[in-house]
């Protein structure tokens, strides 16, 4: 499968707009929220809009196949779960563009290859720096590992309040999504994938939102 035929892949346009034109637009939203874009204290907003964009939206502009590529080493024997748990991400829902923010939970039970721990976290920064929903996020970062590591197993699971959902339209606050996608033994093995399951029930509860 070739993982860039997935949404929320880098796009690349020959049309991409200049900064300049990316702070107009933003001038465009303020009017239509009703305010003065030359009111002293929204001068500067425009600017640092689009500098935001360039971080939330930084992961346009990296690969996390590369990331996990370069650092994998040869593990031979060691065949217990790795689980990486409360990753904490932010990325932003595309169909309003506002925060998702979360933990994410990783896991794999390596074959013959291992990363370092901060290499799986980046694989989760990565794909949350671009426009997501939920579920595809989920299946990206899961894919990924996969695919390069090829271990026995991988498991992902996020749990995320959704700004979508608590500051707007339904307005439910304090609700939060959990998605996972298991592959391999953690999918087909029923003791593996409790065992997974017991390792996360204890961990120590950490809020997302704080
Ligand atoms: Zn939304």
């Known amino acids: 499968m070739d993982h860039r035929s997935d949404a929320a892949e880098p796009f690349s346009d020959a049309q991409r707009p200049t900064a300049t034109e990316a702070e107009e ?3 465009t939203l303020l009017r239509w929220a009703g305010e003065d874009p030359s009111r002293e204290g929204l001068l500067d907003t425009p600017g640092r809009v689009v500098r935001s ?3 939330f939206y930084r992961g346009y502009a990296e690969d996390p196949h590369e990331i996990l590529s370069r650092t994998f ?4 024997g060691y065949d217990e779960i790795v689980l990486l748990r409360d ?3 932010e990325s932003h829902c595309e169909h309003h563009m506002v925060p998702i923010i979360g933990l994410a939970h990783v896991a794999y039970l390596p074959r013959s290859r291992v990363v370092g721990i901060s290499k799986l976290a980046r694989v989760v920064e990565v794909y949350s720096r671009r426009l997501q929903v939920q579920e595809r996020l989920t299946a990206q970062i ?6 390069v590591l090829q271990p ?3 498991a992902v699971m996020l749990e995320a309040g959704h700004q979508c959902m608590t500051t707007r339209g339904v307005h439910r606050p304090g609700v939060s999504m959990v ?3 298991m592959l391999g033994v953690f999918r087909d093995n029923g003791d593996t994938r409790r065992e997974l399951l017991s390792l996360l029930s204890k961990r120590s509860s950490v809020s997302p939102f704080e």
């Open 87 to 89: 990753i904490r991400f």
């Open 53 to 55: 964009y360039e971080e």
């Open 25 to 27: 637009a933003v001038r």
């Open 142 to 147: 899961a894919n990924t590992i996969d695919q």
């Open 179 to 181: 998605t996972s996608r």
């Open 152 to 154: 026995h197993g991988v």
């Open 73 to 76: 080493s040869e593990v031979e």
